[in-house]
């Protein structure tokens, strides 16, 4: 599937890609500070030898790494989305997220807000790579929207909050151990998108 699941591809003979997708997991599940190399190895199955072989610039640039690769995930998850009507466009992107919170017995979290809420968010690279990350899928969805008939203002509005929206579907997943949050707010996001057309 994607992010913020447990890895489980160890079969991959490529060891860098492991290790981010093991380091994406775990910020998403625990938060940045609290993820270290040792906990990427173990999750990886990836050799001590390689860490910084692989990341020279650190912890930082296994970070980076993540959030680009997470951003990726969900915009290729997007962009196979083929839905003619806005409301379409809405529930495939929510749907993302509600298989990861269903697969994680809502505990998954997006790597991408945890760093932006983490001090290591205060980083100005990393900080860069959490505005390019949702910056890219609000794109994403605004010329989404436009394509399905939505006009331009609102398409950016409607995308923005859900980009919001999900994020904090996730916590609040996360904090009631249930999906039921991310269904009410998709059924609210597909009412404005509603009213919106």
Do not use: N
């Not at 290790?19 to 940045?32: D, E, K, P, S």
Request: net charge negative; proline share 4%; hydrophobic share 45%.
């Amino acid at each position: 599937m994607m992010v913020v699941i447990a890895v489980q591809d160890q079969d991959s003979d490529d060891v860098r890609t492991r290790m981010v997708r093991a380091a994406a997991t775990l910020i998403g599940a625990r938060g940045v500070s609290a993820t270290s190399f040792s906990d990427v190895l173990e999750a990886s199955g990836a050799p001590r030898g390689s860490i910084y072989h692989h990341f020279p610039g650190g912890k930082r640039q296994l970070v980076a790494e993540a959030v680009d690769w997470t951003s990726e995930q969900v915009q290729g998850h997007q962009r196979a989305c083929d839905a003619t009507a806005p409301t379409s466009v809405i529930e495939h992107f929510v749907d993302l997220w509600r298989q990861i919170v269903t697969a994680s017995g809502a505990h998954a979290g997006c790597p991408i807000a945890a760093l932006a809420t983490d001090p290591y968010g205060d980083d100005p690279q990393l900080a860069a790579a959490v505005e390019r990350a949702f910056g890219a899928w609000t794109a994403l969805l605004t010329d989404q929207l436009t394509s399905a008939g939505m006009g331009g203002s609102d398409a950016l509005a409607v995308a923005t909050t859900t980009v919001a929206a999900m994020e904090g579907a996730l916590i609040l997943c996360r904090a009631r151990g249930t999906v039921a949050p991310l269904d009410a707010i998709a059924t609210q996001l597909t009412q404005l998108v509603t009213a919106r057309t």
